[in-house]
């Protein structure tokens, strides 16, 4: 379904970066510099599609740069393979050649992984190296051989004479039968080549007018669509006003839609009542024709056969029992296993699909974020044109699926025939016909999707603001007409590699251009026209529905899912003052659900700010820091609380966070030194990032950062986004532990602090610690006034630890090399979500060193 443009798109990728010298990049990487000479920053709009794609074109090559120089993951290294040539053949101006590698080394590598073949061992930093050049994996021969494309054409090299010398030497050597060579794998290039090749299909989006200009289009007369009474009805019961706002929004067939959804206001559970209305909305004049309309037809080329594998595969497909309802049961944690689900019918099976349902693809940039939709799809189901719950055909595509969803798995459905190619043909019928399909936005670009006939009438991606903007072009350019993009842009924001492409403004995402531009977040709350006012001359607000958004009612900007259910009101004022203009709202009942029996002893919420001025380091070989004052305060924090409240300590349901990873380490080890091998498991301490879409009932916060010699600058802990999902992870009690004398260098946290001093919640804790604690508990110390009384001079000095230097020297001021992040975790099944909202209306929920400057280790690609 691509164009030939985009298909030749990954051939001219291949020109460019195989033609780099790795050396020479990584020398220039060293001395600030990147693949590009000069960048230009991103505009809010572009002039054209030709326009759009030089501008994001370099930076995408920037990234591409930065990710094969980067090579990290959890800081596992990587280590060169020797390599043997066994074959070699000239195509074009590629070279594919053959290698042989040693016993079970060849199944560690992928298709599409960039290499560097060398003479000399890449980490002898003596060798001369001047035979070496980048590789592109193609496939595995065998168990033990290699298939690596290579571009040495003197074409590569026009006026550089060195590069010119080094690509003939290495045709020379590679035309040498059984030569010896070094293999080094740098990283995997999938997901980036998808994004190359989605820029380059942007002109044959439908769309791509509305992109360019971050305007709303212009009305084009087409008629509003609206959705069955029944189905209004039953939503209206279980959603709010802004919920409804959002699930409602693109029935005036807007193409581009934004839902803002800030932390606790029930994002996910929107989603699923988007989806129910994408798939049972129709054109008005056809509203009472829904149940008469017919299936959509199995593709002309499914035969007799495949059907019957197919169906076979996929019996929910067609009304038959549904092995899925003997897996999926109800939430361990959860007390009524509905996610927050107001109704909490079981879903049912409503037989073979009634009327031509909608073709749409879900995604999202990580596989959990994907699979807790999934998860939660399978759990409460979706309402049906009649608004009874049932489970539509859905089906899970891609790897690293979470074991809750595998039965819906591409590969759990379609697996079952021995013949490969009957296999294909199963999978992509089931493809096709599913009513939703569920992808990460990488796969979403795989060869199975490109081999498609039908379309998706409708792409909804969620986490939209975490994804760079090529990122989200790769579901778009299958041919839909509408999109959703869901997400927050005052959480993270996504994962770039490249810090020149950061500073070009590459880690926008299209959510958050499209905003800055005024473009409208969500359709107006007003009311609109039911089902049997259609005929009417003009549609008139109705106080009971939301079931059709006229194209005569404007839009207003900046609206979002306003009432939030997970947070404490006590929590979740700050944030709606400081991130959210005060807009966010506590749902009713929000304030009972999450308040706890500790919630006595002020020092342990719901907000307490714990003043500890620790030292922050660097352990030697590190490059992320550490402050062991505040771990031991953490820990200090934590052991009162299971010593008062025995039962939290097997509850799960504290976690602790830190912006930076060795933090985490060294807060795991504490937790293990102090309680043994259990204390692995009592906490959850993760990074920020790995925590954003995730909550517990207690979450105690170290923020790390206390130099006071960093010329006013605190590193990324200075990042609203960072610093909205830390505050917004907590359902019960939020406890930060901070040097906030050196954190107030950042309005918000001054902000935060004069918040807390305000709401007496401010602590500036003595050594030793417990014995601190113990005083509050028992009255004998009160909150702090402010950073500056007699006692927090006092605490200082007691807290320093002696003989250690200030660090601030050993920092830069980007601090790229500390944006380390956690593997994001679980899905709603893993989250108590229902303990802590109230009735309907929530979410649930190296290689050389020195001299050259580069440093290969395993690397793993963004999602």
């Known amino acids: 379904m691509l164009g030939g443009a985009a298909r030749g798109s990954v051939e001219g990728l291949q020109r460019v970066f195989l033609a780099w010298d790795y050396w020479e990049l990584a020398d220039r990487a060293g001395a600030d510099g990147g693949v590009t000479k000069e960048l230009e920053a991103l505009p809010q709009s572009f002039e054209s599609a030709e326009d759009y794609i030089f501008r994001f074109a370099p930076l995408v090559l920037e990234e591409l740069g930065a990710l094969i120089l980067q090579g990290s993951d959890e800081g596992v290294m990587f280590q060169p393979h020797p390599a043997v040539l066994a074959a070699y053949k000239q195509t074009d101006d590629f070279l594919i050649a053959r290698l042989a590698l040693p016993a079970g080394v060849a199944s560690t590598f992928r298709d599409n992984d960039a290499i560097l073949l060398s003479k000399d061992d890449p980490n002898d930093e003596d060798a001369i190296g001047q035979l070496h050049a980048l590789g592109k994996v193609e496939g595995r021969e065998g168990e033990q051989s290699l298939s690596v494309c290579f571009y040495l054409s003197d074409d590569s090299q026009a006026g550089n004479p060195a590069g010119m010398q080094r690509v003939r030497a290495m045709r020379a050597g590679l035309s040498t039968a059984n030569s010896c060579w070094f293999l080094l794998r740098l990283c995997n290039l999938s997901t980036l080549i998808r994004e190359w090749t989605a820029l380059h299909a942007f002109p044959s989006l439908s769309f791509k007018d509305v992109l360019l200009s971050a305007k709303p289009p212009l009305k084009d007369g087409k008629q509003a669509l609206c959705i069955p009474q029944r189905v209004q009805q039953a939503m209206e019961a279980e959603y709010n006003e802004s919920q409804m706002s959002a699930v409602t929004a693109g029935l005036d067939r807007s193409p581009v839609v934004l839902i803002q959804g800030p932390p606790g206001t029930g994002k996910t559970r929107t989603i699923l009542g988007l989806l129910s209305i994408i798939l049972h909305a129709a054109p008005a004049h056809s509203a009472g024709l829904i149940k008469r309309a017919p299936a959509a037809p199995m593709p002309e080329y499914v035969t007799d056969d495949v059907r019957r594998l197919w169906r076979s595969a996929a019996p929910w497909l067609a009304g038959s029992a549904d092995p899925r309802d003997d897996v999926f049961g109800r939430d361990a944690e959860s007390e009524r296993g509905t996610f927050g689900l107001l109704d909490t019918r079981p879903p049912v099976r409503v037989g073979q699909a009634v009327g031509p349902k909608a073709h749409v693809l879900v995604c999202a940039p990580s596989n959990s974020a994907l699979d807790e939709i999934v998860s939660r799809l399978l759990q409460a189901g979706l309402l049906d044109w009649q608004g009874n719950r049932y489970i539509p055909s859905i089906v899970r595509v891609g790897l690293s699926v979470h074991h809750s969803v595998e039965a819906v798995s591409l590969d759990a459905l379609g697996g079952q025939a021995s013949n490969p190619a009957a296999r294909d043909r199963i999978k992509l019928s089931i493809l096709e016909e599913a009513h939703i399909v569920c992808s990460t936005l990488s796969f979403s670009g795989s060869g199975l999707f490109a081999r498609m006939s039908r379309p998706f009438d409708v792409v909804v991606i969620d986490e939209a603001a975490q994804a760079v903007e090529p990122s989200t072009l790769v579901p778009l350019v299958t041919g839909c007409h509408q999109v959703y993009l869901v997400g927050d842009p005052v959480q993270l924001p996504a994962t770039v590699i490249s810090s020149r492409a950061v ?361």
């Open 503 to 863: 500073e070009h403004g590459y880690d926008k995402s299209l959510f958050k251009r499209l905003q800055s531009s005024g473009f409208p977040v969500q359709a107006s709350p007003q009311g609109s026209p039911t089902q049997n006012q259609l005929d009417e001359s003009r549609p008139a607000p109705c106080n009971a529905c939301y079931s059709m958004v006229s194209t005569t009612i404007p839009k207003l900007p900046c609206k979002m899912l306003d009432t939030q259910y997970r947070m404490h009101p006590a929590i979740s004022a700050f944030p709606s003052a400081e991130f959210y203009q005060g807009s966010l709202r506590d749902g009713e009942g929000t304030e009972a659900s999450t308040t706890r029996a500790w919630h006595e002893h002020a020092c342990f919420g719901p907000l307490a700010l714990f003043q500890v001025a620790g030292r922050e380091m660097v352990e030697e070989g590190a490059t992320s820091i550490i402050n062991k004052q505040e771990a031991e305060m953490v820990l200090c924090i934590y052991r009162e609380l299971v010593s008062r409240y025995p039962h939290l300590r097997t509850s799960h349901q504290v976690a602790i966070i830190s912006p930076y990873s060795a933090q985490v380490k060294l807060l795991r080890a504490k937790f293990v030194e102090a309680l043994g091998a259990e204390g692995r498991h009592l906490v959850d301490v993760n990074t920020i990032d790995g925590f954003q879409g995730r909550e517990k009932d207690i979450v105690i916060f170290s923020a790390v950062r206390s130099s006071t010699q960093r010329k006013g600058k605190i590193g990324f802990v200075a990042d609203e986004r960072r610093v909205n999902v830390a505050l917004t992870r907590a359902r019960a009690s939020l406890l930060v532990v901070a040097n906030f004398k050196v954190l107030e260098r950042d309005g918000h946290w001054r902000n935060l602090v004069k918040h807390a001093t305000a709401n007496k919640c401010l602590y500036v804790p003595q050594k030793p610690f417990v014995d601190f604690l113990s005083k509050v508990i028992q009255g004998q110390v009160g909150p702090s006034e402010d950073l500056n009384s007699a006692g927090e001079k006092a605490s200082f000095v007691a807290q320093a630890e002696p003989g250690v230097e200030d660090d601030a020297d050993l920092y830069s001021d980007g601090e790229a090399d500390y944006m380390e992040t956690d593997v994001p975790q679980p899905l709603a099944a893993d989250i108590d979500a229902s303990a802590a909202l109230p009735p309907a209306k929530a979410d649930g929920a190296g290689a050389k060193k020195g001299a050259k400057g580069a440093k290969c280790s395993k690397v793993g690609g963004r999602r």
